[in-house]
């Protein structure tokens, strides 16, 4: 709280002096015209538009959010707005104050810059697979992270969202490239690289440019294994001294979505009985235990930001408060975020500025808080949840209802919930300075340092509670917490990044060059210390080690130091507008590896033909824009720990000499043997692609077919016993991973009338992703979810990663004769403890029995195909947008299901009624009453496809002459919803599962997915 108060304080007298700045220049001005600038086609505002005083060089350009203020001579009366790709617009201003402007499109390829990473580019002369967001695109969502906002938005981008507040999104770019390296895309914020961006305010970005294939991100080496993301958020821009103030507010509500219907109490009682043959006569409760732990929740987003300058220097300051409730009882989110871009033109040659931005977040009793390897139970909650029998009170007064002495397997889940808390507050700091000097005209340099530091307190408490009748309705069971416990970690981060770097152009007639030159350097330190104590008072004000006691204490701690260096090098050559060619090549060192695979090389090339600029095709009039590009390129991946190569010790270890356990003496032990020669995990990526642009570019669209390999992936390889490891594996590059595949994006927009102007864009991507050559290395299994199930998947070669490896199903024994007439070839009865209504499984090598030699593949969470629908309507004043998203073809593996060990669990309310039930529904599907502990089969893989409404937002902005009166700006309202609608057919929560690429796509504790309705209202002044 304390910090949060002096962050107002210290925005508050930040507002107020540049306030007091501006005002003896507004006193001056004789006339101060300001409005806002918007495209016809779209109704969005556009930034970089040139406002310029007729027949004077006088002007401004508009800011991120389409505004500008100029001051203006009296005799000064006519603005012409003109931007690349609109026709310019002249507008006599009269006695006007206020003057909203839209421009017109040419109806032909704006040839916009995009950033591409150390550099810009026209968007016409970029030869890889390079798309662009713009940030008024992404802020229309009330989401966490940008990275939320782009489901579905972009071609060959997967992201998996979790519902928990406070998460970041699970990405992937054309496929799952690693097993066990790291699967963190860059994000590169200004300059900074960072694998995470949820301090990053979505109202302060201008655009982000998405670099999905080997050739784009080559020139981030190591970095762009992943794919690489570039951030820009907002400048000041001139202004003529005038202050810009944008105020950005949404409140909502959220709530659960597809909750999975338990059985209730009477639907409980009939299946239990059926299954064990005993009736229940002991409670009467009927309770929902999801309704129990879950509620609706609160979230707010309030932003605001002020911007301005002159022609010397440009400001931008924003600030944000967002506080997200989860559904979850006792979950909450916080952040406030600062950010401050300056940048001064020195002189005519010599340019510089300052970003620096700071986020305060505090999560309590949040999910996977990983921290301290807890969740506030919330993971124990859902479990418990889906497990515990309604026939159980929650609480009886001020008890808790006694679930665990009733089924000792499963605890009561508001105590899970109440019994611990967890509080996780993160301060991080990321700022840069950039010094660009322009010498010549044909020579630039730039030098720019960044820097990242967070500082993160993480505490855990567990309170004090017996299974006695001081806490329960009923004293038993196996739920207690016998002494309290406090722990405490506190981790510290710091990384700098300092790019160096010189660009030459020069243009020789037809020829146009332009070669990149420099140097980046990095470095990365962590510390983090640990500590705990049992015994802590249950008085928060006194959760400190200290009142703990003594003899409990134990601490931990670890520090982490990692390098980088690398020179890279670009060229840009362009022949009349119609033949590109790009290539660059990028040396990293890392000191992750041994120093003789310390370096890595990583070249990229890539041609473009713009078919359109051809003389041939001047005579037709159906292409705007056709061209076709073709890019290799090869990039690494070094997201592995900084020891890999180093063999570690376990000290302090009692070693006996001649087996005398009293003559012990402290000693050491190799708790792993690594390999020496560990290297990067290196990929190749092939990308071809047709663009085009058509109907006076009303139709638009592109076609990319790529091919990505990567050798030299890490797995564990078994090595003999005999070496001394005691896991007898080997972490080492020794497989291969493929993933082949075809985008399609297509967009139709037109302007029907003056009114009425539309936008309909969809994208598809079908991927396959398979193992193509372990190289020794043994099949790895994964997805270990316990009780009679174990793992659940494998990775194997000519299979997709972490493929469902299971017991396939041939249906239902219906009677006894079945049973006994089920043999293998040799007149082995196969399942000879089975009774009608279990499961009849595949004795796949036909031996005689059922055991994991009977597994075969399943299917694997990775989908064939992934899909988004991006509508968009302006009518008048009105605006509708929808984003629809979805994939096809994947599997997810129903672990909550899977788990149900103990007859007493809960059941599906479905599963009550479609079960077997002999002669009365002779199922083929459903297996009869039972008491669990099922075996791992394909029964519990599912579909994974679903149809999802993203967002639907309709908005209306306040004409003029109403917004003249009151002197503001612009004025938009506006309510939408998030996750409005999922058409699914997996009958758990959700069928977006983020996990590891080898456990990924498995149900157990996933937070469910939300549904929020807000309002919310944009304003400019």
Not at 624 to 643: E, H, K
Not at 817 to 844: C, H, M, R, V
């Amino acid at each position: 709280m304390h910090i949060q108060s002096l962050i107002r304080k210290i925005f508050k007298y930040l507002l107020t002096a540049l306030l007091l700045i501006s005002l003896p220049t507004i006193g001056l001005s004789q006339q101060i015209i300001k409005g806002t600038v918007k495209a016809s086609d779209n109704g969005e505002s556009l930034p970089g538009v040139n406002v310029i005083v007729k027949g004077t060089n006088h002007g401004t350009v508009t800011n991120f959010d389409g505004f500008y203020s100029l001051e203006l001579k009296l005799e000064e009366k006519v603005l012409v707005f003109s931007f690349i790709g609109y026709e310019d617009q002249e507008v006599e201003i009269g006695n006007q104050t206020v003057l909203n402007v839209t421009l017109k499109s040419k109806n032909t390829a704006i040839d916009e810059l995009v950033v591409i990473g150390y550099g810009v580019q026209k968007k016409s002369d970029i030869t890889g697979a390079t798309i662009q967001l713009k940030g008024t695109e992404l802020s229309k969502q009330p989401v966490l992270t940008a990275t939320q906002a782009m489901q579905g938005k972009v071609s060959g981008v997967q992201i998996i969202s979790s519902g928990s507040p406070g998460s970041t999104p699970q990405m992937r770019i054309r496929g799952t490239g690693t097993m066990l390296g790291g699967t963190h895309v860059l994000y590169v914020v200004d300059g900074v690289l960072t694998d995470d961006i949820t301090n990053v305010n979505s109202s302060d970005i201008v655009d982000m440019n998405i670099l999905k294939d080997a050739s784009s991100s080559a020139i981030y080496g190591s970095r762009g294994a992943n794919g690489v993301i570039i951030i820009t958020t907002k400048k000041g821009s001139s202004s003529g001294g005038k202050l810009n103030i944008n105020y950005n507010s949404n409140i909502g509500i959220r709530q659960a979505s597809n909750l999975v219907k338990m059985a209730n109490a009477s639907e409980y009682k009939n299946y239990y009985q059926a299954a064990t043959g005993i009736a229940i006569s002991g409670p009467t409760a009927n309770t929902n235990w999801y309704k129990t732990i879950l509620r609706n929740a609160f979230e707010q987003s309030q932003n605001i930001s002020i911007s301005g300058g002159s022609e010397k220097a440009m400001y931008f300051f924003s600030t944000s408060y967002l506080n997200d409730q989860g559904i979850v009882f006792k979950n909450n989110f916080k952040r406030i975020t600062l950010r401050s871009n300056i940048d001064f033109n020195i002189s005519k040659y010599i340019k510089t500025g300052f970003q620096t931005s700071y986020a305060n977040a505090i999560n309590e009793n949040g999910f996977n808080n990983l921290d301290i390897n807890e969740n506030g139970n919330i993971g124990s909650a859902f479990n418990d949840a889906y497990r515990a029998a309604p026939i159980i009170s929650p609480k009886v007064g001020d008890k808790y209802g006694n679930v665990s002495a009733f089924n000792g397997q499963v605890g009561n889940p508001l105590l899970d919930i109440e019994n611990n808390r967890v509080r996780v507050a993160a301060n991080r700091i990321q700022a840069a300075g950039y010094l660009d000097i322009n010498p010549f005209s044909f020579l630039s340099y730039h030098s720019s340092i960044g820097t990242d530091i967070l500082f993160r307190q993480a505490r855990l408490y567990d309170y004090k509670f017996l299974n006695d009748e001081s806490t329960f309705d009923v004293a038993g069971g196996n739920q207690l917490n016998s002494v309290s416990y406090l722990s405490n970690k506190n981790v510290q981060n710091f990384k700098w990044v300092w790019d160096n770097y010189f660009t030459f152009s020069e243009k020789f007639g037809k020829h146009d060059f332009k070669l990149m030159v420099g140097t980046t350097a990095e470095k990365f330190q962590e510390t983090w210390l640990s500590g705990s104590r049992k015994d802590v008072p249950a008085d928060s004000d006194l959760w400190y080690l200290y009142n703990g006691l003594a003899n409990s204490s134990q601490n931990d701690g670890k520090g982490d130091i990692w390098t980088r260096n690398s020179y890279m090098s670009r060229l840009n050559y362009s022949y009349n507008d119609r033949y590109m060619l790009t290539a660059t090549l990028r040396r990293d060192g890392s000191s992750r590896f041994p120093k003789k695979n310390r370096w890595g090389t990583f070249p990229s090339v890539g041609l473009a033909w713009n078919i359109n600029k051809e003389g041939f095709m001047k005579s037709q009039h159906l292409f705007d824009v056709l061209r076709v590009r073709a890019s290799w390129g090869v990039v690494g991946n070094d997201q592995i720990s900084t020891d890999a190569y180093t063999n570690t010790v376990i000290p302090n270890l009692a070693y006996p000499f001649s087996g005398i356990s009293s003559g012990a003496s402290n000693g050491s032990q190799i708790n792993q043997i690594k390999d020496p020669n560990i290297k990067w995990e290196s990929t190749a990526e092939y990308d071809f692609a047709l663009e085009f642009g058509m109907l006076e570019n009303k139709l638009s669209g592109e076609l990319n077919y790529y091919n990505k390999k990567v050798d030299n992936a890490l797995i564990n390889v078994n090595i003999p016993s005999t070496v001394g490891d005691a896991d007898h594996q080997i972490l080492t590059n020794a497989t291969s991973i493929q993933n082949t595949g075809v985008e399609v994006m297509l967009k139709w927009k037109s302007n029907v009338n003056k009114n009425l102007s539309y936008s309909i864009g969809a994208n598809v991507t079908l991927n396959k992703n398979k193992v193509v050559g372990l190289n020794g290395g043994e099949p790895i299994w994964g997805g270990n979810i316990g009780a009679a199930q174990g793992f659940t998947t494998l990775t194997d070669n000519s299979h997709a990663i972490g493929s469902f490896y299971v017991l396939k199903v041939l249906g239902v024994f219906q009677d006894d004769p079945e049973i006994l007439n089920y043999k293998s070839s040799d007149g082995t009865i196969i399942q000879p403890t089975a009774k009608p209504g279990g499961f009849k499984y595949w004795d796949k090598n036909d031996d005689g029995k059922i055991d994991d030699k009977d597994r075969d593949f399943a299917g694997s969470y990775q989908p064939k195909a992934y899909f988004g629908v991006n509508i968009n309507v302006y009518y008048r004043k009105w605006d509708f947008s929808m984003d629809i998203y979805g994939n096809v073809g994947n599997k997810v593996y129903n672990g909550k299901r899977a788990i149900r060990i103990n007859g007493k669990d809960n059941i599906e309310s479905a599963l009550v009624y479609n079960r077997w039930n002999g002669s009365q529904n002779p199922s083929q599907t459903q297996p009869g009453a039972n008491t669990g502990n099922l075996l791992a089969s394909d029964y519990f893989v599912e579909s994974g496809d679903f149809y999802r409404i993203n967002n639907l937002t309709v908005g209306y902005t306040f004409p003029d002459p109403f917004l003249k009166k009151l002197n503001i700006s612009s004025l938009r309202v506006y309510v939408t919803s998030q996750n409005l609608l999922t058409l699914k057919k997996y009958s758990g929560f959700t069928s977006e599962l983020p996990g590891s690429p080898l456990d990924s796509g498995i149900e157990l504790s996933t937070y469910p997915t939300t549904r929020t309705i807000a309002l919310g209202i944009n304003l400019n002044f």
